[in-house]
Protein backbone atom coordinates (compact mmCIF):
# COMPACT_ATOMS: atom_id res chain seq x y z
CA UNK A 1 0.00 0.00 0.00
CA UNK A 2 1.55 3.52 -1.19
CA UNK A 3 -0.10 6.26 0.27
CA UNK A 4 1.12 9.91 -1.67
CA UNK A 5 -0.26 12.69 0.03
CA UNK A 6 -0.20 16.79 -1.54
CA UNK A 7 -1.75 19.82 -1.60
CA UNK A 8 0.18 21.54 1.03
CA UNK A 9 0.94 24.82 1.27
CA UNK A 10 1.39 28.63 2.39
CA UNK A 11 -2.25 30.71 2.98
CA UNK A 12 -3.64 33.50 4.66
CA UNK A 13 -5.86 33.36 7.87
CA UNK A 14 -9.42 32.70 6.47
CA UNK A 15 -8.10 30.95 3.39
CA UNK A 16 -8.87 27.09 2.13
CA UNK A 17 -7.23 24.13 1.21
CA UNK A 18 -7.45 20.70 0.02
CA UNK A 19 -5.48 17.92 0.28
CA UNK A 20 -5.53 15.18 -1.61
CA UNK A 21 -4.25 11.56 -0.86
CA UNK A 22 -3.70 8.97 -3.55
CA UNK A 23 -3.51 5.22 -2.61
CA UNK A 24 -2.58 2.73 -4.80
CA UNK A 25 -1.21 -1.21 -4.01
CA UNK A 26 -4.58 -2.58 -3.41
CA UNK A 27 -8.29 -2.31 -3.52
CA UNK A 28 -9.63 -0.67 -0.42
CA UNK A 29 -12.71 -1.77 0.08
CA UNK A 30 -13.47 -2.10 3.58
CA UNK A 31 -10.61 0.28 4.89
CA UNK A 32 -10.42 3.39 6.66
CA UNK A 33 -8.58 6.35 5.24
CA UNK A 34 -7.78 8.84 7.56
CA UNK A 35 -5.92 11.95 7.76
CA UNK A 36 -3.74 13.24 11.01
CA UNK A 37 -1.48 16.39 11.86
CA UNK A 38 1.40 17.42 13.98
CA UNK A 39 3.41 19.99 15.00
CA UNK A 40 6.41 20.32 16.52
CA UNK A 41 7.14 18.65 19.86
CA UNK A 42 3.35 17.65 19.76
CA UNK A 43 2.15 14.26 19.24
CA UNK A 44 0.42 13.27 16.44
CA UNK A 45 -3.34 14.43 16.40
CA UNK A 46 -6.45 12.87 14.89
CA UNK A 47 -7.98 14.83 12.37
CA UNK A 48 -10.60 12.99 10.15
CA UNK A 49 -11.25 9.46 8.70
CA UNK A 50 -13.41 8.09 6.25
CA UNK A 51 -15.05 4.44 5.57
CA UNK A 52 -13.77 4.00 2.09
CA UNK A 53 -16.78 1.65 0.91
CA UNK A 54 -19.78 3.32 2.79
CA UNK A 55 -18.28 6.91 2.72
CA UNK A 56 -19.06 7.39 6.94
CA UNK A 57 -17.15 10.09 8.25
CA UNK A 58 -15.82 11.05 11.41
CA UNK A 59 -14.18 14.38 12.49
CA UNK A 60 -12.33 15.23 15.56
CA UNK A 61 -15.24 17.77 17.64
CA UNK A 62 -12.92 20.57 17.57
CA UNK A 63 -12.55 20.48 13.11
CA UNK A 64 -16.30 19.80 12.59
CA UNK A 65 -17.59 22.21 10.22
CA UNK A 66 -14.27 23.78 8.80
CA UNK A 67 -12.73 20.33 7.96
CA UNK A 68 -14.44 18.05 4.95
CA UNK A 69 -13.01 14.67 4.08
CA UNK A 70 -14.29 12.96 1.06
CA UNK A 71 -13.05 10.21 -1.45
CA UNK A 72 -13.15 9.64 -5.37
CA UNK A 73 -13.46 6.38 -5.43
CA UNK A 74 -12.53 6.31 -9.37
CA UNK A 75 -8.91 7.72 -8.85
CA UNK A 76 -8.21 6.31 -5.49
CA UNK A 77 -8.08 9.09 -4.09
CA UNK A 78 -9.01 10.92 -0.56
CA UNK A 79 -9.12 14.27 -0.02
CA UNK A 80 -9.18 17.09 3.00
CA UNK A 81 -10.79 20.00 2.61
CA UNK A 82 -10.04 22.91 4.97
CA UNK A 83 -12.03 25.98 5.25
CA UNK A 84 -11.51 29.11 7.70
CA UNK A 85 -8.07 28.20 8.35
CA UNK A 86 -6.47 29.57 11.27
CA UNK A 87 -2.80 30.14 11.87
CA UNK A 88 -3.06 27.03 15.00
CA UNK A 89 -4.04 24.98 11.68
CA UNK A 90 -0.01 24.94 10.60
CA UNK A 91 1.32 21.93 10.99
CA UNK A 92 2.68 18.43 8.67
CA UNK A 93 -0.61 16.57 7.85
CA UNK A 94 -0.32 12.79 6.78
CA UNK A 95 -3.21 10.42 5.59
CA UNK A 96 -3.23 7.01 6.79
CA UNK A 97 -4.65 3.90 5.68
CA UNK A 98 -5.76 0.66 7.93
CA UNK A 99 -7.96 -2.31 6.68
CA UNK A 100 -11.34 -2.48 9.26
CA UNK A 101 -11.51 -5.78 10.78
CA UNK A 102 -13.88 -5.53 13.20
CA UNK A 103 -17.44 -3.50 13.49
CA UNK A 104 -16.08 -1.40 16.25
CA UNK A 105 -12.80 -0.35 14.90
CA UNK A 106 -12.00 2.76 15.98
CA UNK A 107 -11.35 4.94 13.51
CA UNK A 108 -8.86 7.34 15.23
CA UNK A 109 -6.55 4.83 16.11
CA UNK A 110 -4.41 1.84 15.01
CA UNK A 111 -3.72 3.17 10.97
CA UNK A 112 -1.13 0.76 9.59
CA UNK A 113 0.06 2.41 6.39
CA UNK A 114 0.94 6.23 6.42
CA UNK A 115 1.99 8.49 3.60
CA UNK A 116 4.83 11.20 3.79
CA UNK A 117 3.52 14.88 5.31
CA UNK A 118 2.28 17.39 3.50
CA UNK A 119 3.01 20.66 5.46
CA UNK A 120 0.35 23.53 5.85
CA UNK A 121 0.93 26.94 7.05
CA UNK A 122 -1.42 29.37 7.79
CA UNK A 123 -0.44 32.76 8.50
CA UNK A 124 -2.24 35.53 10.26
Known amino acids: VQLQASGGGVVQSGGSLRLSCAAS????????MGWFRQTAGKEREFVAA????????WYTDSLKGRFTISRDNAKNTVYLQMDSLKPEDTAAYYCAAKPVRSIISDPRTGYEYWGQGTLVTVSS
Open 25 to 32: GRTFNSWL
Open 50 to 57: INWSSGRT
